[in-house]
Structures are given as structure tokens and as C-alpha cells.
């Protein structure tokens, strides 16, 4: 079945360092790839997405090219905050006609120091 | 405000006293889902409903039950909680257009204890 694989938490940076955050999937032919954001205490916020391959992502100075030949999505940022602290969550949809929602990876704790 | 609303936001009970968490979205989306986030395990689907009267199991539906009578609403029935039920619940809905891969909006979060 279709699968999300996110690199290993906690991550802790200090301001202003560059952020990547890993992304690899396994799925049936061409996902939609997304990053959600969990800021504390909220629900899953919509990052940015990518729907087909070679797709740039990019919100908030956050960018992530979806790419096939690697299966990844990978997250990044050229200088994080502090209001970036937050979970950040790689997520799938296949194309598979199904009505069926997102595949998510386990998450990724972002901690930014000032 | 385009918004998904769940209550409770906390609920602590036990074991086998049946229980409803509610969910409601104002943005006419067909699509409702309910996950459950656990540590280390990301976000789980638990059963989604395309639309009205339409609804299917997702990776863990074990354990609850959903109904989908009105558009908006997309109650989960706990009908006799365990301990492994201990988690946050999280609903939300997306548009069926752009192909169904749109943005998903999520509710706060339901924070839920079995004893």
C-alpha cells in the first residue's frame, strides 16, 4: 500500500538556519504530495502541495519539488523563525479514482531557538 | 469563516460508556474524514464519506462507527471505548473538485481518554 516516510524528530535549529526536512513515498503511479503544519494546539494546516511530477511547491518561503525519479518531496526553508516551530507532516493522495483521503507520514518536530 | 468545528475538545471517560464526538464544517465540502494522531505514527485514517449516506473504512476503523445524514456533519460513535482508543481525533473535509486533490481542512482536535 501506498506509504509516507518522514526523517526522524526532533529537529531543533537556531533563527535564521536553513531547514530541510526528508520526504520519500511508495505509492502507485503518480501521487498529489502535500506538507501539512501543526502549529501547538491546533489542527493540520495545508503547507503546500504538488501535483505532478517536477511540481514546485512553495508557501511562506518554504519550497518542495516533487520529485519521481526519487520518490521524495523533501521540505525546505532558507532561514527558519521562530514562529516556525511547529510538526510538520509529508502527506500523499493517489490517483486512484478513490475518494480515499491523505497518507500521512509520522512527522517531523521543528524547534527553532532564537 | 470557513471553519471545521469538533466538540468536545477534551473528553476523559471509560472503558464501554458509549460516547459521540461531533464534527461540522460550514463549506459545503463533500469529502469528510476522521484520523487519529498518535506518537510516532503520524496521522491514521480512520473512515471517510464522500458524500450524504456514503461512507467507507479507512486503515484503523476498528472500534467506531460514522454516519453521514447531513452534508455538514460527520459524527464518530465510539459504542464501547477501550484504553487503545486513548488518543487526538482529528476531522476534516476537502472539496470534491480539483479531482479531489484540494486542500483538506482540519478541526482543532478532540483529546480523548479511556480509562
Known amino acids: 500500500g501506498d506509504s509516507v516516510t518522514q526523517m526522524e524528530g526532533p529537529v531543533t535549529l537556531s533563527e535564521e538556519a536553513f531547514l530541510t526536512i526528508n520526504c520519500t513515498y511508495t505509492?502507485?503511479?503518480?501521487?498529489?504530495l502535500f506538507w501539512y503544519v501543526q502549529y501547538p494546539g491546533e489542527g493540520l494546516q495545508l503547507l503546500l502541495k504538488?501535483?505532478?511530477?517536477?511540481d514546485k511547491g512553495s508557501n511562506k518561503g518554504f519550497e518542495a519539488t516533487y520529485r519521481k525519479e526519487t520518490t521524495s518531496f523533501h521540505l525546505e526553508k532558507g532561514s527558519v523563525q521562530v514562529s516556525d516551530s511547529a510538526v510538520y507532516f509529508c502527506?500523499?493522495?493517489?490517483?486512484?479514482?478513490?475518494?480515499?483521503?491523505?497518507?500521512f507520514g509520522s512527522g517531523t518536530q521543528l524547534t527553532v531557538l532564537p | 469563516e470557513a471553519q471545521v468545528t469538533q466538540n468536545p475538545r477534551y473528553l476523559i471517560t471509560v472503558t464501554g460508556k458509549k460516547l459521540t464526538v461531533t464534527c461540522s464544517q460550514n463549506?459545503?465540502?463533500?469529502?469528510m474524514s476522521w484520523y487519529r494522531q498518535d506518537p510516532g505514527l503520524g496521522l491514521r485514517q480512520i473512515y471517510y464519506?464522500?458524500?450524504?449516506?456514503?461512507?467507507d473504512k479507512g486503515d484503523v476503523p476498528e472500534g467506531y462507527k460514522v454516519s453521514r445524514k447531513e452534508k455538514r456533519n460527520f459524527p464518530l460513535i465510539l459504542e464501547s471505548p477501550s484504553p487503545n482508543q486513548t488518543s487526538l481525533y482529528f476531522c476534516?473535509?476537502?472539496?470534491?473538485?480539483?479531482?479531489?486533490?484540494?486542500?483538506?481542512?482540519f478541526g482543532p482536535g478532540t483529546r480523548l481518554t479511556v480509562t
Open positions: 463549506m459545503n465540502h463533500e469529502y
Open positions: 505509492a502507485t503511479g503518480y501521487p498529489s
Open positions: 502527506a500523499l493522495k493517489a490517483r486512484d479514482g478513490s475518494a480515499r483521503q491523505l497518507t
Open positions: 504538488a501535483t505532478k511530477a517536477d
Open positions: 464519506s464522500m458524500n450524504v449516506e456514503v461512507t
Open positions: 476534516a473535509s476537502s472539496s470534491s473538485g480539483s479531482g479531489g486533490v484540494g486542500e483538506q481542512y
